[in-house]
């Protein structure tokens, strides 16, 4: 048998895809590295060339789904040619940025995932961070808020969403909008045109 020789970032991909696959289809508990490296027909030495240990391909492979994800609402955040105000009224709601069919999608939001969802969404968080914290010192720049620490604001705006986003009880555009009402409230937006 010939030795295929991949490049590392392809390899890595692979591995992480070919995890992704068997952590829904299997649960986190029930896949091993050595299943992983079978699925992928390579020795399992291989997968911890990339990856020291299981939890740390998991969280690689949430970690890049929130890298995804973060993207997307991002495209948002840095736009300057919209107003602060404006950014909050047409930032899509996670169920526009988080609905497609993937293993990645399948694995975070399965009916038993609650802790991985948990784990996605705080990572998503601690991505956006500074593309929050940067539109907000924009927005102060431009005199849209009047904020005395706009990077704890940004914090609060970002991690304080969670309690609503989480609440599988309410239905999604509810949350949604919940939370664009809250964020105008807060930042004192809506106040300005009375």
Do not use: W
Request: charged share 25%.
């Amino acid at each position: 048998m010939q030795r295929i020789t991949k490049a590392p970032e392809v390899r890595r991909q692979e591995i992480l895809d070919t995890a992704i696959r068997l952590f829904y289809e299997n649960g986190y508990e029930k896949t091993s590295i050595t299943d992983i490296a079978n699925a992928m027909h390579v020795a399992q030495g291989l997968c911890y060339r990339y990856f020291p240990s299981k939890e740390a391909l998991f969280d690689a492979a949430v970690d890049q789904y929130a890298e995804l994800l973060a993207g997307r609402y991002a495209a948002v955040l840095k736009r300057t040619d919209l107003t602060l105000e404006q950014i909050i009224l047409q930032m899509p709601g996670f169920m526009e940025v988080e609905t497609d069919d993937t293993f990645s999608y399948k694995l975070c939001h399965g009916s038993d995932s609650m802790k991985t969802h948990y784990q996605l969404s705080i990572c998503i968080c601690r991505k956006l961070l500074p593309f929050v914290t940067d539109l907000l010192l924009r927005a102060k720049e431009k005199g849209e808020i009047h904020l005395n620490d706009p990077e704890t604001a940004a914090s609060f705006c970002l991690y304080g969403q969670l309690g609503i986003l989480l609440q599988t009880d309410l239905p999604g555009e509810e949350r949604i909008s919940r939370i664009r009402a809250f964020l105008l409230e807060f930042l004192q937006l809506e106040q300005k045109k009375r």
